[in-house]
């Protein structure tokens, strides 16, 4: 059965203190691999695709990267305003039309 | 560029009455559209995703039902709300069949009393 884990649930930093989360994921022949930024009441918002093993994307203070069982989003010197709810999603070989979402990581940066 | 509309943001609704939220997407054509219900502190719960005018699957049995009218316009209904329906709903969509992640609406927070 295809599914998405993503840990922790969630994850209190000090403003400059640097971490990661991590999207573990099992499905069949994987497609792509998508990070997510929701903010409180609002829909998410699209950050990175990973296609392959291997691969990294970086946009800021975040760089998301790819294995062949788990994905890393890692957060450097992060700051207030990166405090959000991060989703992954996999897209998978079998199914282009559909994506499996995990339940999410809640990011809370103190100042 | 592409954009996707979503409303009401807010509703409340006595359980037992009927729902309507409306989606519409534009600057594409042809986007698969999705329906996902989302829990408070929860990940996204797929209700319903279309390929095409009147293809509708559904990945949940519930009182909940989608039409898809015209390319670019998906609809979720209900006849009768139950409190369990309570929860943000939010709307997506991609390109068909290609590798592109999904750009979502910015959802409607529905309350039933």
């Known amino acids: 059965e295809d599914q998405v884990t993503q840990s922790p649930e969630a994850l209190r930093l000090q403003e400059g203190e640097s971490s990661s989360l991590n999207c573990s994921y099992t499905?069949?022949?994987?497609?792509?691999l998508f990070w997510y930024r929701q903010d409180p009441g609002k829909g998410p918002e699209f950050l990175f695709t990973?296609?392959?093993a291997g691969e990294e994307k970086e946009k800021e203070r975040l760089k998301a990267t790819l294995t062949k069982k788990e994905s890393f989003l890692h957060i450097t010197a992060p700051k207030p305003e990166d405090s959000a709810t991060y989703l992954c999603?996999?897209?998978?070989?079998?199914?282009?039309?559909?994506?499996?979402f995990g339940s999410g990581t809640k990011l809370n940066v103190k100042p | 560029s592409q954009t996707i509309h979503q409303w009401p943001a807010t509703l409340v609704q006595p359980v037992g009455s009927p729902l309507s939220l409306e989606c519409t997407v534009e600057g594409t054509s042809n986007p698969n559209l999705y329906w996902y219900r989302q829990a408070a502190g929860r990940g996204l719960q797929l209700l319903f995703y279309?390929?095409?005018?009147?293809?509708i699957s559904s990945e949940v049995p519930q009182n909940l039902s989608a039409s898809r009218p015209q390319d670019r316009q998906f609809i979720l209904s209900s006849k009768k709300l139950l409190l369990s329906d309570s929860g943000f709903y939010l709307c997506a969509w991609s390109p068909r069949d290609i590798l592109q992640p999904q750009h979502f609406g910015d959802g409607t927070r529905l309350s039933i009393l």
């Open positions: 999603a996999v897209q998978a070989a079998n199914n282009f039309n559909k994506f499996y």
């Open positions: 499905v069949s022949g994987l497609r792509g």
């Open positions: 990973l296609y392959s």
């Open positions: 279309s390929v095409g005018i009147g293809q």
